[in-house]
């Protein structure tokens, strides 16, 4: 006798059936995560190790406090509020500097390009020997420096080991790209000023703040130091509240914060300041300020500065901002503390620095809001031209192996994907699998700066300790031993430090600890 089964019956019916079925199909994979099998004896199971550590996530350099569970390190956070330059805080980059720990799509293995023109997955041993083979018969041809490297950011003690390395070897010395380099500003400060060195700013000093484009609240500069004098400067007290204007093209985190927000175009940064210039040397407020303005002549370079980019020009660039950005150089006369800084993003990057640096000396805040310190901290970063001039000659074939750490210059550099296809080969020492990993010839993985030992110069001119807080990935610990790598290459390899150096090419475990200091 069958059963009658009616349609609400049906329903209940089906939707158990597929609800079963989606379960039992779709169970994800079961993930893990295991305990030292021997764990130190220091450390007690279930609970939280803090060690003291520098983060490396930009040049900066904070101090930071890295929590770690049975041997991982699980959360990263401000050192306490003693600390000099970071006063305990953390930025957002560098707290989400485990997620680059952990990123499961972080490379683990070599890779080598086949005969069909791929990328496919090889030995420890087979890569050094393609490394090997590559650089050592481009270095015995003794035909100048075929072989440069390209390096990002990478620690201190990484480059000034890859320095010396490059001095041993004959190699061409290493190429510094990054994004938001101060060397810039550092050129734009020796032809005003003659001075050596990156200026610092002083936020907390300063009445009103005049951003150009400068993102000093995200990426730009030391976010940390920089909110921190912020806050203060935009506090009330004794009697008075800075006031802040961002200028840019975006009303980024940075414009949210500060009283007001002036559309400026991408790369309008010099014609801006040259019309807030003019603002400040003839608008009502420049008369009643001539005691304390300092006049233009006595900088030798201020008046070519200033007419190599006409105001008519300037101010046709800007449209309808430019009445505004007048009467914001007026205002600047009439504060008491002004501060002007750009990004300094572009090809006008050092025309935009030096044009604020001359803004600055005119207000009479050279020493004040912006201090030149002795000795200057060189910037970091190779000029913009220094990285053009090395892909320039690896179109030209005068480079024929460009050896690449931590940099991404296929995505950061307009038509740099089309010269790297041109080079005879390509080595990538990298984390992720990145646009310049993909057009390389061999890849290999490195470790993390949360699994390197090094120092770092920090931006308070004081050198901080790198410590090593977790073990590299065991992934990664197959290889044959480093002074096999690439030995016995080159006219300098019967050296005793030659060579030998240059199994740090691929820095697995980073490099000596540099002098105590704040972490």
Same mark, same amino acid.
């Given at each position: ?151 990002? %950011? ?35 400060? +020796? ?77 309008? %940064? ?45 101010? +046709? ?87 690449? +750490? ?25 984390? +992720? ?17 949360? %699994? ?68």
């Amino acid at each position: 006798m069958s059963r009658h089964v009616d349609r609400r019956e049906f329903l209940r019916i089906l939707a158990t059936v597929g609800a079963g079925a989606a379960v039992g199909y779709n169970k994800p994979k079961p993930q893990y995560l295991h305990a030292n099998f021997e764990p130190p004896e220091d450390r007690a199971p279930g609970s939280f190790v803090l060690y003291a550590t520098t983060c490396r996530e930009c040049p900066a350099g904070c101090g930071v406090w890295a929590r770690t569970l049975e041997g991982r390190a699980v959360k990263l956070e401000g050192n306490p509020p003693e600390h000099p330059l970071s006063h305990g805080a953390l930025c957002a980059r560098g707290q989400a500097a485990v997620q680059s720990l952990y990123n499961p799509d972080r490379l683990t293995k070599p890779l080598a390009r086949g005969d069909d023109g791929q990328l496919h997955e090889v030995s420890w041993d087979e890569a050094f020997r393609r490394l090997n083979q590559s650089v050592t018969q481009l270095l015995a041809d003794g035909r100048g420096k075929p072989v440069a490297w390209l390096i990002g %950011e990478i620690s201190d003690s990484d480059a000034d080991l890859l320095e010396l390395l490059s001095r041993e070897t004959d190699m061409r010395g290493p190429v510094n790209l990054r994004l938001l380099a101060k060397t810039p500003l550092a050129c734009a400060a +020796q032809n005003l000023f003659g001075y050596q060195g990156v200026p610092e700013l002083q936020l907390e000093a300063a009445d009103l703040i005049v951003a150009l484009e400068a993102d000093f609240a995200e990426s730009w500069g030391n976010p940390v130091a920089q909110i921190h004098g912020f806050t203060r400067a935009h506090a009330y007290r004794d009697g008075r509240l800075a006031r802040a204007v961002f200028v840019g093209p975006r009303q980024s985190t940075t414009a949210s914060i500060c009283d007001e927000w002036i559309p400026l175009a991408p790369g309008r %940064e010099a014609a801006a300041l040259r019309v807030m210039i003019e603002g400040m040397l003839h608008g009502p407020a420049a008369r009643t300020a001539t005691g304390r303005m300092a006049p233009p002549a006595e900088i030798a370079a201020a008046g070519a500065l200033l007419a190599a980019i006409p105001l008519a020009e300037a101010e +046709q660039a800007l449209g309808s901002s430019s009445a505004t950005l007048r009467k914001l150089g007026e205002e600047l006369t009439a504060a008491k503390a002004p501060l002007v800084f750009t990004s300094g993003l572009g090809p006008d990057a050092e025309p935009a620095h030096s044009l604020a640096l001359l803004a600055m000396h005119l207000l009479g805040q050279t020493g004040r809001t912006v201090r030149f310190p002795s000795p200057g901290r060189p910037p970091r970063g190779s000029a913009i031209e220094e990285v053009r001039n090395l892909l320039n000659d690896v179109e030209s074939g005068a480079v024929e192996a460009l050896l690449v +750490q931590e940099a991404n210059p296929a995505f950061l550099l307009p038509g740099a994907a089309e010269t790297l296809q041109k080079a005879r080969f390509i080595a990538c020492f990298t984390m +992720q699998f990145d646009e310049t990993a993909a057009l390389a010839h061999l890849v290999l993985p490195i470790h993390h700066s949360l %699994e390197n030992w090094g120092d770092h110069a920090a931006a308070d001119q004081t050198r901080r300790r790198a410590a090593r807080l977790v073990l590299p990935s065991r992934l990664l610990l197959r290889r044959p031993r480093r002074r096999q790598a690439l030995s016995g290459c080159g006219s300098n390899a019967s050296s005793s430090s030659s060579l030998r150096w240059l199994t740090t090419i691929s820095p697995i475990r980073g490099a000596t600890t540099g002098p105590r200091g704040w972490s």
